[in-house]
């Protein structure tokens, strides 16, 4: 593992009423190069195109596999995601976004806060996570 993650946990333990299978932490301890990432939306990273699902599960894989891709950009892996942040537009959306995250993130743990807004900058995205990984040197 990159970096060391204090208090791992699988939010199927402190969730047990939903259905969730997320590796996450309390903290992470991280040197090396840090990538702040922009909030990643379901859109293409070259053309800015929105995909064409209002599904949040086809949503929160476009938006994965755009914040794998700028981590590998970068240098790194998924390994060195360090935290995330999830902004949902509907809390019912919630199991099916972090199923889906889970995902991307099985092993990694990271540390991840979730907040429920009114509204992203378009109406039709669902979902929106920004990410920071840490890139040993």
Not at 39 to 61: R, W
Not at 121 to 134: H, K, M, Y
Request: aromatic letters at 6%.
């Amino acid at each position: 593992m990159a970096h060391t993650r204090i208090r791992k946990f699988n939010t199927k333990d402190t969730y047990p009423e939903q259905k969730l299978d997320n590796d996450l932490c309390q903290a992470v301890v991280a040197r090396g190069r840090t990538v702040f990432l922009r909030g990643q939306c379901p859109q293409d990273l070259d053309t800015a195109e929105n995909i064409s699902s209002h599904d949040p599960v086809e949503q929160t894989h476009k938006v994965m596999q755009n914040i794998r891709q700028l981590i590998e950009e970068a240098g790194g892996s998924m390994e060195h995601l360090c935290k995330v942040v999830v902004y949902l537009t509907d809390v019912r959306h919630r199991e099916a976004v972090y199923r889906t995250m889970g995902e991307y993130i099985k092993g990694v743990h990271p540390v991840s806060t979730g907040v429920v807004v009114t509204c992203l900058a378009r109406p039709e995205w669902l979902v929106e996570i920004d990410g920071t990984a840490v890139i040993p040197d």
